[in-house]
């Protein structure tokens, strides 16, 4: 996947972030965690009606949603979207793959979505949202999760 480098503050671009937080990769996210948000993060899901199987990841929260979980239909504004419409990280390099991509200038691809959630769909990465998880202790869903679903 190729990425974009420049931000945009367009109407289009803005209202992605005001629906619903862009998808990191697992590196992603990994990174975001060391530079010390793993407090703005949420479990999120993608489900694969092909498989009938749950591909669970960690995105930037739904502001309000930080350390939890996305709400059964997940939408809502994204943690690092500041006041003016733009996000905080994007200068950082830490923006998720899904936001550099995804841009109005882009011909994004259809199944951007799905692409970043397929990133997810591996023991390391699942690994990643048990440590996230543990420390500190938040989340229900391994509780929850059956041996089918993950």
Request: net charge negative.
């Amino acid at each position: 996947m190729e990425t974009e480098g420049s931000a945009c503050a367009c109407p289009e671009c803005v209202a992605m972030c005001q629906h619903r937080p862009c998808w990191p990769t697992p590196d992603d996210a990994q990174r975001l965690i060391e530079a010390g948000y793993a407090d703005r993060l949420m479990v999120d899901w993608w489900f694969d009606r092909e498989k009938s199987k749950t591909i669970y990841l960690l995105t930037p929260a739904i502001a309000g949603r930080e350390s939890g979980e996305a709400p059964a239909h997940p939408e809502g504004q994204c943690t690092f979207l500041d006041e003016a419409g733009l996000c905080r990280i994007h200068d950082s390099g830490l923006k998720p793959t899904e936001g550099q991509i995804a841009l109005c200038r882009n011909r994004t691809p259809a199944d951007l979505h799905e692409q970043i959630a397929r990133t997810w769909e591996n023991d390391a990465a699942q690994a990643l949202i048990d440590r996230w998880e543990a420390d500190p202790p938040r989340g229900r869903r391994l509780l929850f999760a059956t041996p089918q679903a993950r």
